[in-house]
């Protein structure tokens, strides 16, 4: 079982949709918690980075974390088609290595 | 703002050949990570390098070698290629263990 399980999709939705992203993980060393965006053939794009329980805003992004669940989560609002990537959640614990989940792809119709 | 440079952006190499990849981190940043993605996959943490220091190693093979020079920029060495290690390398940067930037990657095809 991987350290973080993220469910890959594909998810379709219409333009304008409020779009949820969630990852669960098993280890309790992870502290930091982050939010990826990939197109295709690119490089990870950082959209969020977070450090503790709650939620973090940022325009039509909000990442929320619960560590006492281990569950992680990245809200879309208003979701464009230029929205339509992969998303990669990934965390780590005191050192730099980054665990990814297995990316979600996203495609947003319009 | 600068990003992360590597080089090359591809590379086709043949079976037991030798590859050496290249990165330039963020201005300022001192610490160079290095990620393996495969076709579909998620990317794997190879190796990573604070202060020209190894900080950590992940699952790199014992054919690959990397370091990290006095101008921060990093390479990774990668020796008796096989058709395996067909994959986009990234590699990323922070300041400490910071938030990570990626690289636009490498993408290695192994003939």
């Known amino acids: 079982q991987k350290e973080v399980e993220q469910d890959p999709g594909p998810l379709s939705v219409p333009e304008g949709a409020i779009v949820s992203l969630n990852c669960t993980y098993s280890?309790?060393?992870?502290?930091?918690f982050m939010w990826y965006r990939q197109y295709s053939r690119k490089g990870p794009e950082l959209l969020m980075y977070t450090y503790s329980s709650g939620n973090k805003e940022d325009g039509r992004f909000t990442a929320q974390v619960d560590k006492s669940s281990k569950y992680i989560s990245l809200f879309i609002r208003d979701s464009q088609p230029s929205d339509s990537a992969t998303y990669l959640c990934a965390m780590r614990g005191n050192t730099g290595k980054l665990i990814f989940g297995q990316g979600t792809t996203l495609q947003v119709k319009p | 703002a600068a990003g992360v440079i590597q080089s090359p952006r591809h590379l086709i190499k043949e079976k037991r050949e030798t590859a050496t990849l290249k990165c330039y981190p963020i201005p300022r940043h001192d610490t160079v990570y290095w990620y393996q993605q495969g076709p579909g996959q998620d990317p794997q943490f190879l190796i990573s390098?604070?202060?020209?220091?190894?900080?950590d190693k992940g699952s790199i093979p014992d054919r690959f070698s990397a370091q990290q020079f006095s101008d921060y920029h990093s390479e990774l060495n990668m020796s008796s290629l096989e058709l395996g290690d067909s994959a986009l390398y990234f590699c990323?940067?922070?300041?400490?263990?910071?938030?990570?930037?990626f690289g636009p990657g490498t993408r290695l095809t192994v003939l």
């Open positions: 280890n309790s060393a992870f502290q930091y």
């Open positions: 990323a940067s922070s300041r400490g263990s910071n938030e990570q930037f």
């Open positions: 390098f604070y202060e020209k220091m190894q900080s």
